[in-house]
């Protein structure tokens, strides 16, 4: 049943991509007041389906907001070294798709800056891209100890927990 709006999970990497840019490309032919928004990790820009989707949303101009979790890793490997260039953002920007990279461990950042972006697909000006940098704190899966990270880096990592820096930012306004 997708009459809440959500059309379900795809546990193909970057197969989301298309099911949504189709979706919103439906919205566009129905003429209805609608937004897609695809959230999809890093991992899946490598993936044939990333420059597709993105590329049929611009040409289209279609009514769709990608949301890329950088959580720096795909899987059990470390993105980076996998990635040409500097990521998400970079290629949605070089098909001319506007993309903002954000502080993805900042909740006031992320959410300002998608209701920027929502507000630019919903005035017509086509699919954007909000790229929000993280890190994932935990394995793949429930039962990867993720014994392959830097302990050092974990420990940083932690530091940056969303909920508590909201935390302290509600409790220094009062």
């Known amino acids: 049943d997708c009459s809440g709006g959500m059309l379900g ?23 209805r007041d609608a937004l897609t928004a695809c ?7 490598n993936r044939g389906p990333f420059l597709e989707a993105l590329n049929w949303a611009q040409v289209y101009a279609l009514p769709v907001l990608f949301v890329c979790e950088d959580n720096r890793w795909s899987a059990t490997t ?9 990521g998400a953002s970079a290629r949605a920007i070089s098909i001319d798709i506007a993309a903002t990279q954000v502080d993805g461990n900042d909740v006031i950042e992320v959410f300002d800056a998608a209701a920027a972006l929502v507000a630019q697909v919903r005035a017509g000006q086509g699919p954007r891209l909000l790229h929000a940098l993280t890190y994932r704190v935990k394995g793949h899966v429930s039962v990867d ?3 392959y990270r830097d302990p050092q880096e974990l420990a940083a990592a932690l530091l940056t927990d969303p909920i508590a820096r909201l935390r302290q930012k509600f ?4």
């Open 145 to 147: 100890p993720a014994a």
């Open 78 to 86: 470390a993105s980076a070294p996998m990635i040409g260039g500097p």
């Open 9 to 31: 999970a795809n546990g193909v990497v970057a197969a989301g991509l298309p099911i949504a840019v189709g979706a919103a490309h439906a919205q566009k032919l129905q003429r």
């Open 39 to 45: 959230f999809f990790g890093d991992g899946g820009i």
């Open 171 to 174: 409790a220094a306004l009062g």
